[in-house]
């Protein structure tokens, strides 16, 4: 069991960052793939940013790449999500996720993960 809870979303304007923390407990995250999710309004939850919780190469959505930065710190448990440049299309709810047995295939589908947080709200004003 894996519980995730997200913090640092608020309404800024475009052009400003902001960055995300999740804080994770339970079981040891060292053989998970975490990352982030969102949501718009009208929209289905689109995937943002993954990477291996051990290390390795992170992966972050065509949409976000250049702007966005996956990152974790395994003393604290904690996973994070630097946005800069932000963009009004960037409004959403951002959740935290993590995959129990990472082993490839289409990562942008949501099902594929097994533990999400609460979401943070991320709204851009121009």
């Known amino acids: 069991q894996v519980q995730l809870v997200e913090s640092g979303g608020g309404s800024v304007q475009a052009g400003d960052s902001l960055r995300l923390s999740c804080a994770a407990s339970g079981k040891t995250l060292s053989a998970y793939a975490v990352g982030w999710f969102r949501q718009a309004p009208g929209k289905g939850r689109e995937f943002v940013a993954r990477?291996?919780?051990?290390?390795?190469?992170?992966i972050h959505a065509a949409a976000v790449r250049g702007r966005f930065t996956v990152s974790r710190d395994k003393a604290k448990k904690s996973v994070y999500l630097q946005m800069n440049s932000l963009k009004p299309e960037d409004t959403a709810i951002y959740y935290c996720?993590?995959?129990?047995?990472?082993?490839?295939?289409?990562?942008?589908?949501?099902?594929?993960?097994?533990?999400w947080g609460q979401g943070t709200q991320v709204t851009v004003s121009v």
């Open positions: 996720v993590a995959d129990e047995r990472p082993t490839g295939g289409n990562l942008g589908r949501p099902e594929i993960y097994d533990y």
């Open positions: 990477v291996p919780w051990s290390g390795g190469s992170a």
